[in-house]
């Protein structure tokens, strides 16, 4: 069941490269310094967990992790749509930053008891360096509600926006009941995204913060599973067709119009000389 593992890991460590590229990009142009200094230590401790999810694959495939990074074409790559998406603003990046990292805690904590000794291994070492992620969103998230009316009305729009993408870090890898069959991944992504609702609703319910989900029909209930397995909206019935989801098609390489000048940017280098020694 290589195949599953590969696929799974190769997700993981596309959300990691995508978003801590996105990171990168606030250096020099966060609100302050303290800011600037805290998103590129973030956004390196990002690429250098891709880098060890990549360091999985290579050996599972004898594979080059620099090729797997940034040797494949944009449809190859599994990253969920949130994290590709452009930084607009400083509320939308906080947002983002809050909902990736609360997903990515859910996830790990679940990884901890993969089949796989050197995933499990891994997940239990990345939480460890997560949580310090998570405590500067949730710093900064306790700041924003004890702040000006202006500020949390900023975030709370901005945490609706990406609300549904986030959606999409639980949507259902390749091979997905392989590894859940095998012990890759302990628990399914749907109850995993279950998981994920219950402690990001209660947590915004408790700063006053609550995003207005209805807004873009991102409840947890309105989506369901199609007759092929995507994650689709349950007000679409069967016969007035199926409608995917806001947010989902990352997994399955299917990016929004954003990611093609990030991948262009962000492998250059690399499509410069392909298989260099820099």
């Known amino acids: 069941m290589t195949p599953a593992l590969v696929s799974l890991v190769t997700a993981l460590g596309d959300d990691e490269l995508v978003l801590g590229h996105r ?9 302050h310094m303290e800011e600037d200094v805290a998103f590129s230590s973030i956004a390196q401790d990002e690429i250098g967990h891709a880098a060890a999810y990549y360091g999985i694959v290579a050996a599972l495939t004898d594979d080059d992790p620099d090729r797997i ?13 949130l994290c590709e998406r452009p930084n607009r603003d400083w ?10 990292d609360t997903a990515d805690d859910v996830r790990l904590e679940v990884l901890e008891r993969s ?18 992620h998570l405590l500067h969103a949730r710093t900064w998230m306790e700041r924003v509600a004890r702040g000006p009316v202006e500020g949390r009305a900023r975030v709370v729009d901005a ?3 990406a609300w549904s993408d986030a959606l999409g870090l639980f949507e259902p890898v390749d091979l997905e009941d392989d590894a859940v069959e095998c012990g890759w991944l302990p628990v399914p992504s749907g109850e995993l995204r279950v998981r994920f609702l ?15 989900v209805h807004a ?5 209930a ?10 689709i909206a349950s007000d679409d019935a069967p016969d007035r067709g199926e409608r995917r989801a806001p947010g989902l098609g990352g997994r399955r390489g299917e990016h929004s119009p954003d990611f093609d000048a990030l991948w262009d940017e962000m492998t250059a280098t690399y499509r410069a000389e392909p298989g260099a020694s820099w």
Do not use: I
């Open 23 to 31: 990171h990168s990009e606030w250096t020099g142009y966060a609100p």
């Open 69 to 81: 990074a940034l040797g494949r074409k944009p449809r190859d790559y599994r990253n969920a749509v």
């Open 91 to 100: 509320a939308y990046t906080l947002a983002r930053q809050w909902l990736y």
């Open 115 to 132: 089949a796989h000794p050197e995933l499990a291994a891994l997940a239990t070492k990345q939480r460890r360096e997560e949580r310090y």
């Open 159 to 161: 945490l609706t926006d």
């Open 198 to 212: 219950e402690l990001a609703s209660r947590a915004l319910d408790d700063l006053g913060m609550p995003p207005d």
């Open 216 to 220: 873009r029909g991102a409840e947890s």
């Open 222 to 231: 309105e989506f369901v599973a199609s007759s092929s397995g995507d994650l």
